[in-house]
């Protein structure tokens, strides 16, 4: 039990990574001598050094003169196979080797082609012991987005709505109406800021004119994407402001100004979510939140392009309204905001 404890230690450094290393995977590592944590690092920023190397920081600036004979008795625990390759920082593998560690134990192999397997080979190769496989569906959960990219070519897809008791997406009428309350739309928030980008149809800016920002939570904007087959939106429209980058997929223009870039694309009313999917891998988008509205979210559910749904129930009924979309998946939870309800789902035949 003891491997699985510092494992779970390695996930929850590792998760304070989040929306700060896309699109490489958020990585936590701990150096144990004698059954005492010695060391703690994580992956703070892309580009930046890897959650092994902040390890081996941390011992040698608090160990000074001793911290090499203790990284020579010492195992290692990171929940990502250490990298074998140079990329924008020097192969992990390599800086374990130098320090002669004991033995070294991880969470998932690495799915990336350059790495994958290697690093163990690199390790075991320099007569360092190393066990792989330690609480593997946890770390795989952690960085579904990374291994969704990696393994399918494609974003990890999110597919989140509101809908009333009685399952009503938006009023017949288009104008503007919560649903929920108000700390389901603060969680929404902290969800966006998680990440890469998110994603509306046309309709649903001129009806709800969103910001799709995390204003309601301390956190990084992500990307917001739009589609807009013949560009219609108003430009006074909150999408269009200089808050971040924001891409319009469109059928007229491939442009770029100030922080608005237009995509174009052909024939959008064939096959969109695997166009937009594509694209979105292309620009290293690792991870979208779809918020509507209801034909956006159905093209992508009739086409099975999801990973995961979040379906916010208010207790609310109303007597009509545009129904919401209806999910084939796996239930998962079921769990209160408040007077609201999130229902998750999961799509394992995707």
């Given at each position: ?54 390890a081996i920081r941390s011992v040698l600036e608090k160990y000074g003169e001793q911290a090499e004979s203790l990284l020579k008795e010492a195992t290692v625990y ?42 163990i080979s690199k390790l075991e190769n320099a007569g360092i012991e190393v066990i792989h496989g330690v609480l593997e569906e946890q770390c795989r959960q952690l ?96 999408i269009y402001n200089d808050a971040v980058k924001t891409i319009i997929f469109n059928e007229l223009k491939t442009d770029v100004m100030n922080n608005l870039h ?89």
């Amino acid at each position: 039990m003891r491997d699985e404890l510092y494992m779970q230690r390695c996930l929850e450094l590792a998760e304070l990574g989040m929306a700060s290393v896309s699109p490489n995977p958020m990585v936590g590592c701990v150096i144990v001598n004698n059954h005492k944590i010695i060391g703690e690092g994580y992956h703070q920023k892309i580009g930046q050094a890897h959650a092994e190397v902040n390890a081996i920081r941390s011992v040698l600036e608090k160990y000074g003169e001793q911290a090499e004979s203790l990284l020579k008795e010492a195992t290692v625990y990171v929940s990502l196979e250490p990298c074998a390759h140079f990329g924008k920082t020097p192969p992990c593998a390599d800086l374990l080797i130098k320090h002669q560690v004991k033995k070294v134990v991880i969470g998932n192999r690495d799915p990336f082609p350059d790495v994958n397997g290697k690093g163990i080979s690199k390790l075991e190769n320099a007569g360092i012991e190393v066990i792989h496989g330690v609480l593997e569906e946890q770390c795989r959960q952690l960085n579904r987005r990374f291994f969704t990219r990696i393994e399918k070519q494609r974003p990890y897809i999110i597919l989140k709505w509101a809908q009333t008791a009685n399952g009503f997406f938006a009023p017949l009428k288009p104008s503007m109406q919560w649903i929920t309350g108000a700390l389901s739309k603060k969680l929404v928030h902290k969800w966006r800021g998680e990440e890469d980008a998110i994603l509306v149809g046309k309709k649903t800016v001129l009806t709800d004119n969103p910001e799709l920002t995390t204003r309601a939570w301390h956190g990084k904007n992500p990307i917001r994407i739009v589609i807009d087959k013949n560009l219609e939106i108003p430009s006074d429209k909150n999408i269009y402001n200089d808050a971040v980058k924001t891409i319009i997929f469109n059928e007229l223009k491939t442009d770029v100004m100030n922080n608005l870039h237009y995509v174009q694309m052909e024939d959008m009313q064939y096959y969109l979510p695997q166009k937009i999917a594509f694209q979105l891998y292309l620009m290293d988008v690792q991870s979208v939140m779809i918020e509507g509205g209801a034909n956006i979210l159905n093209q992508f559910l009739s086409a099975n392009l999801w990973d995961e749904a979040r379906v916010l129930t208010s207790p609310v009924s109303w007597e009509s309204g545009i129904s919401a979309p209806r999910i084939n998946g796996n239930l998962v939870s079921v769990s209160p905001i408040n007077e609201d309800q999130l229902i998750l789902y999961k799509n394992t035949s995707s």
